[in-house]
């Protein structure tokens, strides 16, 4: 018996009623609603990259696609699309029920829990990340302003915001790193 009919094939039994979901499955699923909604990767690492890019010499897009692979990777932040997709779905089905819906379907700016999910997948990335969400939520540069623009009934009250905190994860992700590697090299070669 499967708990949740729709699962996909690679759930795996963990009691006799219930499937867990891999992790594989879940961001597989992350990636595939960003999709549907229009997101691709390279999307979110053009915004990556322009943020970093006065900060980075010889920085590439392909790092910053590695970046935002790297954070997509976390389930907090899948379960974040998840969910904030789902909502932004069934506000266009005119689904949820009234203030909710009209709260979601106008983008009610003292609604706030759009932002509050999307900062809290942001909280894993540090300080760099949570300021950087704020810059990018308020700029809403390339795909994060096209999506907010959306018209024809589309509704990404979320998905803005989502884009923004995987962006901002990658590019903290990304400033650490580089961190890390010069504090290596300068390490390495103070010992020769």
Same mark, same amino acid.
């Given at each position: 018996m499967?708990?949740?009919?729709?699962?996909p094939?690679?759930?795996?039994?963990?009691?006799?009623?219930?499937?867990?979901?891999?992790?594989?499955?879940?961001?597989?699923?992350?990636e595939?609603?960003?999709?549907?909604?229009?997101?691709?990767?390279?999307?979110? =690492?053009?915004i990556?990259?322009?943020?970093?890019k006065?900060?980075?010499?010889?920085?590439?897009?392909?790092?910053?696609?590695?970046?935002?692979? =790297?954070?997509?990777?976390k389930?907090?932040?899948?379960?974040?699309?998840?969910?904030?997709?789902?909502?932004?779905r069934?506000?266009?089905?005119?689904?949820?029920?009234?203030?909710?819906?009209?709260?979601?379907?106008?983008?009610?700016?003292l609604?706030?829990?759009?932002?509050t999910?999307?900062?809290?997948?942001?909280?894993?990335?540090?300080?760099?990340?949570?300021?950087?969400?704020?810059?990018l939520?308020?700029?809403?540069?390339?795909?994060?302003?096209?999506?907010?623009?959306?018209?024809?009934?589309?509704?990404n009250?979320?998905?803005?915001?989502?884009?923004?905190s995987?962006?901002?994860?990658?590019?903290?992700?990304?400033?650490?790193?580089v961190r890390?590697?010069?504090?290596?090299?300068?390490?390495?070669?103070?010992?020769?």
């Amino acid at each position: 018996m499967t708990y949740a009919p729709g699962l996909p094939e690679d759930a795996t039994f963990y009691s006799a009623h219930k499937k867990r979901v891999t992790s594989e499955a879940v961001e597989r699923a992350a990636e595939k609603a960003l999709a549907e909604r229009g997101v691709r990767i390279d999307d979110i =690492a053009e915004i990556v990259f322009d943020l970093q890019k006065p900060f980075m010499s010889g920085l590439t897009k392909a790092l910053c696609v590695e970046n935002v692979r =790297a954070v997509l990777a976390k389930r907090e932040l899948q379960h974040a699309i998840l969910v904030g997709i789902e909502l932004d779905r069934f506000a266009e089905k005119k689904m949820l029920s009234e203030p909710l819906q009209s709260l979601i379907d106008q983008d009610e700016g003292l609604f706030g829990v759009d932002e509050t999910i999307a900062l809290g997948a942001v909280s894993s990335f540090g300080s760099i990340a949570a300021t950087t969400f704020g810059y990018l939520d308020k700029v809403k540069p390339k795909i994060i302003g096209k999506v907010d623009l959306a018209k024809g009934g589309r509704v990404n009250t979320f998905l803005d915001d989502l884009i923004a905190s995987i962006a901002a994860d990658a590019s903290s992700r990304l400033a650490h790193r580089v961190r890390d590697d010069e504090e290596k090299r300068a390490a390495q070669s103070h010992r020769k």
